[in-house]
Structure formats: C-alpha cells, structure tokens
C-alpha cells in the first residue's frame, strides 16, 4: 500500500508541476509532449546517468519508459522556485547560468542551499526544454519512479541500487532468485525484495524478502522466493505477470518482471545426498590438518551447480542432524556453491573429531549427509609380539617369515601394512637403514602376517625385518632376525611304489592314470610337481626321451596322484609315463605305462535335445541354427554337421535324410548355423541336421517345420471391379468379386474401402496415402455400405484386399456421385424482365441459373403464367399455373403468345437441373397493351 501512495503523490506533484512549466514554455520553448519527473537536488551535488522518465501521463500500473541519457557537453541551466511568471523572467535574467562538465563528465553545481530548484536540459542547445526536472528537498536520494545516479563532488553517496534474475520466466514450484548489488556510505541500510501483482487494475504487494547491507561495504544480495502455489493461473497455459522491487528504506529502485505458469506446489523438498550421504576424512601428517571430500547432491527444483554446502565439525558425537550441526557445530566451510572438498587447519594433534556436511537448495531446504569422525594420527603402530620375527621351510633359496600382526592407536588392524627388507650385512635395525640399505621384497600388504620369501641364494646368511605402516603414514620396525639359506639341492626325488602307473576308467577317448606320490630329501611331498607324458610310440622311457618327443600332456602340478585324460583316438595303444620334480629342479621319471583305448562304437549326441531354429526367414531363404553336438571320442571342433530339407515330412532320421532329403552343401565341421537359399516363396519346408563324428557314426537332429514368407500380393477378383447400388444423396454400398491369393484361402483374406473427392486412390500407396479409411479392416466381405457422404458429390472409391502376410493389392477406382438434391440457384436474385409487350403478346427474359452440379448448359426452363397472383412456388405454378412450350434447356429468353389485350398477367419461370430439382423465379406482374 506504501508503494501505491508514494506513485500515487509522484502523479499528483507531475501534474500540479505540468502546469508550470507552461510558463518555461514561453521561455524556452518546451514541447508540450515533455514529462516531468521527481528528483533531489542537494548543495555540491552531480548528476550523471541514465534517467527512466515514466512516458507522459503514464499510470501508476504502466510500465512503460522513456529513456533519456545525459551526456557530456549537453547544456543545463538551473532555475529556482518561483510562483509567477515574473518570479520565472526575473530569475531568469539574474540568475540562469549555463553549466560546464568537469572531467569526469559530471553536472557540477556549486554553493547551492539545499532547497527546491527545477533542472533543464537543453540537449541540442537550441532553446527547447528536451528534459525537464523538477527537485524538491529529500532526505533520501533516489524517487520511486525515476533510476539515476547522484553523486557529491568526487564521492559516491548511495549508488543505485541494481537488480537481476537469473531468469525471466519460472514454473511454478520454483523459487525464484534475484540478485542485488549496492553500496551504502554512511550507515548500515536494510535492502528488502517486493514482489508486485501486476495483473490487476491496482498493484498490491503479494511478498517481501529482508536483508541488510553493512555500512561502507559494495555487497550484493541474494534473495530466494518461494513461488506459491496461489499465484499460478487458473490453467497450466496461463502465465500471470509479477514484478520484483529492491527497495532501500522507503524508497523503492529499479524492477524486474516474470512471470510464473503451471500449477504445482513450491518446493519443499530437501536436496539428496551425493553417494548416500557418505564423507570421507583424511588427516594430514602434520595431523592438526584434515580434507574432507564427498559427492556433490543432487535437487528436484535446484540445479545441482548451485547446491550450497556448508560443513561443521565437533569433538564430540553430537552433529548427526543439520538441527545438531547448526547446534552443537563449529563451521569448518561456510555456504559454498558447487563444491565436494574442503581442508580444514588448527587442528589439535590425537584428538578424536566429528565431522558432517549440510546441503542446502535454492528455496532454502537443508539436508545432512552422515557424519563420520577421525583422529589426527603422528604415533607409529606398535609392532607385535614385540617385533618378533621367526622363519621355517628354510630352503637353498626360500623360506617363509613369519611375525605377529601389529596394533595401532588410530588405524584398525586389519588396515596396518606391511613391507619385508632383507640384507646379507645386519644393518637393518632402523626405518631409515631399512629404506636407504634395504631390499624390498615385494611390496606394501595390508593385514598380513607371513610372507614367502623366494629368489635367495643357497648357503648364505641373510637379515630380515619387517616395517609396518598405518593410515597416516606412520610406520614402525620390527626385530631384525637372520637365516641362513641350505645348501643348493642336487638329489633327485623318489618315484612313489617304485614308479608303477596305473590305468583305470578305458574307453575310446579316454582313460585315467594313477601313481603313488614320490618323496624327497628337502622338498615337502606336498610340493612335488608331476608333468604326464604321452605317445603312441615306445619312446618315453627316459626323462631325456620325454622332454625331446615332446608329448607332454598339461604343464607341472603340485602334488598330485591321478589324472584324466581326454581326446585319445579309439582302438589305439598308448605309452604314458610322467617326470617328478622337487623345487630345486631336480627330477626323477617313474616307469613308462602300456593301454590301448577301446573302439569307437557311439553317435555323436545332438546339443539342446536336438532343437533346430530358424531366423531371417525371408521368401526364399532362411538360416538354421542349432546347438553343437557332443561325443564321447571325437572333440566337438571334430564334428562334422551336413543339413536336409524337404517339402515333406520324411526326413526324420538319417537313413530318410539320405534317402528323401535335398542336401545343402556338404558336411562341414564345428558349424552351427547355415543359410538356405533357393527355397519356393510361401511354401512350407521340413529341416533336419545330421552329426557325424570322425569314426563315421551319425545322429539326426530334431525335424524343424518353417514356411518361407508370402510376398506375393492377393489378386483382385474380376480384374478388380467395384461396382456401387442403392446411391443416394449421402451414402451408396460398394460390391466387388472376392479376391485370391496364392497362400491365404479366400475367407482370410481382408479388405478395407477408401473414398476420396480427388482422382488419387488408384494404388494402395495413394490409398493409405491420400484416402479416408472406411472402418477397418474385415475379412471375407464383397460388400461395404458407405454412410456420411456429401450430396451432389462426386467421388471415388477404391478397395485394398490384404491377405495373411501383410501383402496388399488395391482394387480399380469406382467414380460415382452421391444423388443431387440441391435444387437450382436462379440468376440475377430470380429476376424477371418483359419485353416487346404487345396486346396478345410479350417477350420475357432472365438470367440463366446456376447449380451445385449441373452445368448451366444443361439447366432447363419452362415458362409459366397464371391470371391468379396466389401462386408462388414450384409446386403451386406447375398445379394452378399454364405452361407455354415445354422445358427447354440453356435458354435466358422466351416469347409467349396467345394472350388477351388490357389484360394482367403473373409469369414465372421454373428451372430444373439434370436430377429434376426444380427452383422457381420471381413473379413478374404484367399487363398486355389494349
């Protein structure tokens, strides 16, 4: 309401002002159109800027501008208060001055009282008033209505203020943001947002928005309105228009409007948490230091890109909520846009802390991520078992450490790691010797308390120490122990029970083989490693005569007795033996083993039960798939797979494939898919598979039935004629013959009828095209009544016959027009004239009518007359009147005999198209002369 006033008093002091400067008028020759504004003007003030002037006789409710800019080198005058015209002319005289800019461009004026003046800019200096300001006294220094700068002598006062969005137009459920930028000199001053309803015949003020800007501070503002849901249209298409307002005291500066559409609720939704809310805290080594990272939140309403985040942290367990944080929290970050890290300093050292991460959008709604706590950690773990180090399964060149795992202060146990140094001199007894001297095997390994040392050489005394490490870095030293390595091992293993193999489980392809584990003086029994050898040949007696034939079967394995063996062929003896070796390389061969499979006598086992698929199915083509096929010798890259087709189904075994069958190719092996060509379209086909494996035994597949697909189009029946009956003005039935098809029987097939009023439905592309559809598809008809049609129309039709496979045929186009039964249109409103009038005879004339369909040519007339005047219509003139001649057609003119002197008589004229309606003229009245 204060804004409304305010405009309200603005108005009043324009016009009471308007008419003054009438008297400036004679003076300066000021235009009529100019506007006056309101303005304060102090001692040592400047003006500069651009000044929005409201257009001349504007309402309070416009928003319509004028601008105006004042520059450098534009003349001013400056004019004080005055009451009459002789106040004005002699100020005028005495007192007007013109006024120069300073340097910066401002208007300068000097040792002037503060009081009520009126400015004049003369901007062409041609002596007309193109700017006119009146100034009255003001505390404040901006109007409602008008934007401008104000300026003493080389010092800001109070900078306008500036307003922005960061759009023009919101859905509704939004919140709007506006941004305010400004400066204040001399004390702190409370800048609020206004929102104004700008719909209406009077403004009124829907929200407001506070906050303050510090004294001597340019600060700009972000102000968050929720748009309610009250404020959106009746519908979701209309857009209300609002207006924001900074004001700054009483006074309102410059606006920006939107508008608002939709009519969903305002956001009251909280952001989600990046990742489930999680946070992770590392400490740094100085541990008075910690960065926490997590994942950025995401918003219904908010982008994600302007999510604030805030973070709090606590030495105690009681930040868990954003309540808590608020609460119980020291910030470590303030708000801050768009970001997922922060590092936080002066930190106390061992302290246990809690830290969390507050998310906040756009409308202000705040959610929490989960709170996690950490400890600054600078004390190294404590090495377990007092840094005890032991070994066993000492070796020529391995042997295992062995120590107990270490606690820490801060890091669990199970996240301590562990790095083994060893040295030939004992000079790892400190972290630093260990990494400057020490050699490193392997690399650092969480949670572990053992470790394999290999790589050693034999005979020689080595020193070991572990270093544990946790979390922050921080590492610790075990007890150094020493080892001597044995002596390099140079004695072979012993073959188990004397090297005897063993065979069991014979078949065509394959076997099993058996031996009793072998011993060794160093190397456990359960390390010894065994490689199987294989040949059809006698020669693998020897370790030599093993590795050079080259028949190993697999690589080495560690302690084993038994292995299966695969792939072997049929009815053929074998020689198998196998080297032991310790881990020092040394190897024995136990004693070479004579089997011979037994004979191939099994088919090969279709896969998938035998099931056969068909894709890409086409006229005449296909491709089969099927699943590779299994036996019990022959690998499955051995098989080999041959296919067979029929038109009939005969080919369900494989002596009926061979026998019936039409092959495709010839076999081929580790197939499972073939393409067939050549087929016969719309024909159904019987598919099969033969298997064979290498010792020549056979298996048949699963017999599959496809048919190739029907491309060919139905044929229309007698040559696709549609003939039509029962046509009347809207509507007529459609006949045509049953089409055929080569696949479809006739009942199947299905026919759609099309019309349309343009000669355009000649195929089934046109049809589809450019046709009207009537109804839809139905099967076995010959018949279609057709309803809603125009009268007096011609159109055509057509029938599209489809059959099972989609394909289509278009029938011949039926022409026919719907029955007429508009009547005639006489020429000339039914005008009628008479002419050559005589006592027994005249001449009348017409103008020729016009029809729907029927073409002039072809309208007929006939002529009638009546000494009655109560006949009006068609059916009263051919009832009561008499005709002269009878219909003739295309005439405009007749002459009519046979009549009696000084006698009245009433004529018409009936005309009739070529569906027999009949319009009637006007009546002409005339009388024969005596």
């Not at 000021?30 to 001692?43: E, H, Q």
Request: proline share 2%.
């Amino acid at each position: 309401m204060k804004k409304i006033i305010c405009v309200l008093c603005i108005t009043i002091l324009v016009s009471i002002f308007m008419s003054g400067c009438t008297l400036l008028d004679k003076i300066l020759g000021k235009d009529d159109d100019d506007t006056a504004v309101t303005v304060v003007v102090g001692d040592n003030y400047l003006i500069n800027g651009i000044v929005n002037v409201p257009a001349a006789g504007a309402s309070k409710a416009t928003t319509e501008k004028v601008q105006y800019k004042i520059q450098a080198g534009v003349v001013a005058y400056l004019l004080s208060d005055f009451a009459t015209e002789a106040d004005l002319l002699d100020f005028k005289n005495k007192f007007l001055q013109k006024i120069t800019t300073n340097s910066l461009g401002y208007y300068v004026f000097n040792g002037l009282a503060k009081g009520k003046y009126n400015l004049i800019f003369d901007a062409n200096d041609d002596g007309k008033c193109d700017l006119f300001i009146k100034s009255v006294e003001s505390s404040e220094t901006v109007s409602e209505t008008v934007q401008y700068f104000v300026r003493e002598y080389n010092t800001l006062v109070n900078a306008i203020y500036s307003i922005t969005a960061d759009k023009s137009e919101y859905d509704h459920g939004n919140s709007a943001i506006f941004t305010v930028t400004g400066y204040n000199k001399d004390e702190d001053k409370e800048v609020q947002i206004e929102i104004w309803n700008e719909n209406d015949s009077e403004k009124y003020l829907l929200k407001t928005a506070k906050q303050t800007v510090p004294k001597a501070t340019t600060t700009t503002l972000t102000f968050i309105v929720t748009i309610p849901s009250e404020w959106a249209g009746s519908d979701a298409t209309s857009k209300p228009s609002y207006r924001a307002y900074v004001a700054v005291g009483e006074n309102q500066l410059s606006s920006v409007g939107f508008s608002i559409s939709g009519s969903a609720e305002g956001d009251t939704s909280a952001p989600t948490t990046g990742n489930s809310g999680t946070i992770a805290a590392v400490f740094n080594q100085d541990t008075t230091s910690v960065t926490l990272t997590w994942t950025k939140g995401t918003d219904t309403v908010t982008d994600s890109t302007k999510l604030e985040y805030i973070v709090y942290y606590s030495l105690s367990n009681n930040i868990d909520t954003a309540e808590n944080a608020k609460k119980n929290g020291t910030i470590g970050m303030s708000w801050t846009a768009d970001t997922g890290t922060i590092s936080i300093i002066g930190l106390v050292s061992e302290t246990q802390y809690y830290f969390n991460v507050l998310s906040k959008d756009l409308s202000g709604n705040v959610t929490a991520y989960t709170m996690i706590s950490a400890k600054g950690d600078a004390t190294g773990p404590a090495s377990g078992n007092s840094g005890t180090i032991t070994t066993d399964n000492v070796g020529a060149e391995t042997l295992t450490l062995n120590w107990t795992k270490a606690t820490d202060a801060v890091s669990v146990q199970g996240t301590l790691q562990y790095l083994v140094y060893f040295s030939t001199s004992n000079n790892l007894d400190t972290v630093a010797n260990c990494e400057a001297i020490g050699t490193t095997f392997e690399a650092y390994t969480a949670n572990i308390s053992s470790k394999n040392i290999t790589g050693l050489t034999s005979s020689t005394t080595y020193y070991f120490n572990v270093i544990v490490k946790d979390e922050a870095g921080n590492k610790s030293l075990y007890t150094t122990v020493t080892q001597a390595t044995t002596a390099p091992d140079t004695v072979d293993p012993i073959p188990g029970n004397s090297g005897t193999i063993t065979t069991a489980s014979v078949a065509a392809a394959s076997l099993t083989l058996n031996w009793t584990a072998g011993t060794d003086n160093i190397t456990d029994q359960a390390n010894l490693k065994y490689l199987v050898y294989k040949s059809t040949s006698n020669n693998i007696d020897t370790i030599a005569n093993c590795e050079a034939n080259d028949t190993a079967v697999g690589t080495y394995t560690a302690n084993i007795t038994t292995t299966d063996l695969n792939g072997l062929l049929p009815s053929t003896t074998y020689y198998f033996n196998l080297i032991v070796k310790d881990e020092a390389g040394n190897k024995s061969v136990y004693t070479t083993v004579t089997q011979a499979t037994t004979a191939d006598t099994t088919n090969p086992t279709p896969g998938n039960s035998g099931i056969i698929t068909s894709a890409s199915v086409s006229s005449t083509s296909l491709t089969l798939n099927w699943t590779a096929a299994t036996d019990d010798v022959s690998t499955q890259a051995n098989l080999e797979y041959l296919v067979y087709y029929s038109a009939s189904n005969n080919i369900t075994s494989v002596v009926k494939c061979v026998e019936n069958g039409t092959t495709d190719g010839v076999y081929a092996s580790n197939i499972t898919t073939k393409n067939i060509t050549g087929l016969s379209s719309s024909d159904p086909y019987y598919f099969n598979v033969v298997v064979r494996d290498e010792a020549g035994h056979s298996a048949i597949f699963s017999t599959l039935t496809q048919s190739t697909i029907d491309n060919i189009n139905p044929t229309p029946g007698n040559s696709g004629t549609i003939t039509s009956a029962s046509v009347a003005s809207t509507s007529l039935t459609l006949n045509w013959t049953a089409a055929t098809d080569d696949y479809s029987t006739p009942a199947n097939l299905q026919y759609l009828a099309y019309y349309s009023t343009n000669n355009d439905i000649t195929s089934v592309a046109n049809c589809e095209d450019n046709g009207t559809a009537i109804g839809s598809y139905a099967s076995n008809i010959t018949t279609k009544g057709v309803t809603d049609l125009t009268s007096s129309t011609i159109y055509y039709f057509n029938v599209v016959v489809r059959d099972e496979a989609g394909n289509q045929a278009a029938f011949s186009p039926l022409t026919q027009a719907t029955t007429d039964i508009t009547n005639p249109i006489p020429g000339n409103s039914g005008t009628i004239t008479s002419a050559s009038v005589s006592s027994t005879s005249l001449t009348l004339n017409w103008t020729a009518a016009t029809d729907n369909f029927s073409s002039q040519a072809n309208l007929e007339y006939l002529v009638y007359y009546s000494e009655l005047g109560n006949i009006t219509n068609v059916g009263d003139w051919e009832a009561n009147g008499n005709f002269f001649g009878s219909y003739a057609s295309n005439i405009t003119t007749k002459s009519v005999t046979g009549l009696s002197s000084s006698k009245t008589y009433y004529f018409n004229v009936v005309v009739k198209d070529e569906a027999e309606n009949k319009a009637v003229y006007s009546t002409l009245l005339q009388a024969t002369n005596p």
